[in-house]
């Protein structure tokens, strides 16, 4: 099932999963092994399954194999088989095979039967795409999955350019026509000051789709689904003026609106459930106006943005109303598992009858997916017509809440019973969990990965470049058992040539480069193997040291295939690390698991902060004598991460507006306004102020500029 028996640590050390650990994790995953017996008895089951079946649910091959073969389990002494690959898109490809004369793999007694696996060669080469194989006798069928193998790079990337860009949070971005959260209007503005001052990409934060009857659920991290795209960061005025809505525009400039409306843009956190309450109640009142007086360029983009989806759109606008529904009745319904039996399952007669009742108000929703994905459409663009050679960067997040559409939608695909998270590391030393359920690798493998595929193509929309949040998840997650602590759980093994393979495939449908997360405990050889499939490492600079002596590493000693950045949402600010702001914060709040810690860790931040020093010295970029300020420190690291051999260096956001504070503390939820810290300053001041105007021309004379001709159309 596989759970990794041991691990190695971000300290070096060993760590077993202890035998506990083993059966509830067993459990959480269908599996009873209470005992030997029980065990045993699940371990024959599940072998028994294996042999049964002819042909695998899925098998994943690369372009470059050859020739491309598929195992298929018999009973000895099968004559003559044919077999018959149809094509994705159009084609075929057939043959016939003596059985006993393919070349032997492995063999069993299946109920005093002998059953024999045999590699069959499918001759001639298939090309990359989604295919079905069918073996006779017994027409038994199984999905075919051809990949390159590598991920796409825009080709200036690919011969050696180096460019930079700017990653932001997009709810924190404030501007002199927000409504108290960034927005996507917001971001083209952005992407026009990044672009014309050279750079080529903006990374941003998950732009998952969230819980409107919840708001203050604020994490990016923890979404209601990482299919679709969060309605809060609609510019509600853009979209009135795009539909020529009256009504709207009536209600959203009145004196009592435009209070509220101040009194959000002038806060220092996103209030979200007063964002939500405007933002509903304008874009209802503009659906309503646009329903009843529809314009016909308008109707036909809807619709055919509908068709698009599909059931994805449909199935999480219905969740979301049923959720709406059942919540109104009983807050204690926020969770689908709560909802009476009949309307836990999405193929249901009820939920089907619910749906018919229910058609405007899922209209409705569906709406405004089609908003937001319009405004980012146009970002995308934007960046395009700028000259950005990616783009739009996006982040996945690792998982979905467990009481969301997404897991309501296909929860044989994930696991209830355990959620995800880390081991203790030197950041974190009591661990992590992330409250997320994580997929269940066999069911993935059975569904023939549909909800993986499903996954990527939706984040790989409207983007050039995608970051997948913690990457170990293609080969392994840490899965901790309900209501246990981070120091009980173990790792779960996944089938990592498969996923990267699909990966690489949807990459270069989609011209959309990879950025794997690569923090935190990373097994031996992973980043190698990402390397090989062309996902781009994510370079911290303030991990990237010697282990024994603690030296920060040289610009030229980073990868090239790699994202070099300041810091990430999770870590403190240039100017909170230099301060050692987290490590107070962190005392504070009681995050260290013994009183020592923190002593522990100001040493250590001691020591990095002389290393670090020394190293930017070293490269030329601060002179010799008294300590540096944080502007200088700020205009030297970024000169250091601009020299490196990264095809990619960001500058965070929050460093070019010199934030103290960082945006989230990992392992805290209510005892830290996570998620809603804005910026000190908004997109019409950020270019006529330090740090911003020096980092970036920092940044340009070390990177250059992105030509126009080599930007990507990703809109």
Known sequence: MGIELEFRDARGAIVRASRETQRRLLAAMGVDAADEGAATAALEVLDRAEWERPLPPVVVLRSQDDPPSVELTLAAGTGEIS??????????????????????????????????????????????GYHTLTVMPGAATTGLIVTPGRCWLPPGLAQGRRIWGISAQLYLLRSATDWGIGDFSDLRSLVALASSHGAGVIGLNPLHAMFPDDPEHASPYSPASRLLLNVLNIDVPAL???????????????????????????????DYAEVTSLKWSALEAMFEAWRQAPDQAGTAAFETFRRERGAVLERHCLFLALREHFVGQDPAAADWRRWPEQYRDPTSPAVTEFAARHQRRLDFLAWMQWAADTQLGAAAAAAAEGGMMVGLYRDLAVGADRGGAETWVNAAAVVSGAQVGAPPDIYNPAGQDWGLPPFHPRALREEGYRSFIELVRSNMRHAGGLRIDHVMALQHLYWIPRGEKPTAGAYVRYPLDDLVGILALESQRQRCLVVGEDLGTVPDGFRERMAAANVLSYRVLFFEQDRETGAFLPPDAYPALALAVAGSHDLPTLRGWWEARDIALKERLGLYPDSGEATRQREDRDRDRTHLVKALRRAGLLPEGAEPDVPALARAAHAYLARSSSMLALAQLDDLTDEVDQVNVPSTSEEHPNWRRRLSLTLEELPTRSPFIEIAAILRAERGTAHPEEAIDHG
């Open 83 to 128: 077999w018959h690959v149809q094509l994705e898109d159009v084609g075929e490809r057939s043959g016939r095979a003596e059985f006993a004369k393919l070349a032997l793999v492995s063999q069993f007694s299946l109920g005093g039967k002998d059953v024999q696996r045999r590699r069959l060669v499918l001759e001639p080469a298939l090309p990359c």
């Open 240 to 270: 009135s003026k795009l539909i020529g809505c009256e009504k709207a525009r009536a209600l959203t400039t009145s004196g009592a609106f435009q209070a509220r409306v101040e009194r959000c843009r002038a806060s220092e956190l996103v």
